[in-house]
């Protein structure tokens, strides 16, 4: 086993700490809902009247599988 010459206990905590925040941080401006690929779709849906429950039916008729309040956020954030 190699004897280190010099070693600053402090540095290395202080790097392991950064290197620890870099890990574990996350950046959720670059996620995407699965509800995005279909947006288009489901803003025609509204726009013609369709109600949430009815919305979330045709996802699940397309194979997409999320719950109510999923799509109720995803509605209050993009729908106009």
Do not use: C, H
Not at 28 to 45: A, C, G, M, P, W
Request: glycine share 2%.
């Amino acid at each position: 086993m190699k004897k280190l010459k010099y070693f600053d206990a402090a540095k290395e905590v202080e790097r392991l700490k950064a290197q620890t925040k870099a890990i574990r941080k996350r950046n959720y401006s670059k996620r995407r809902s699965v509800l995005d690929t279909y947006d288009t779709e489901i803003k025609k849906l509204l726009n013609n009247g369709a109600t949430p429950a009815e919305i979330l039916r045709w996802l699940k008729g397309v194979e997409v599988n999320i719950a109510q309040s999923t799509l109720s956020r995803w509605l209050s954030r993009n729908a106009q």
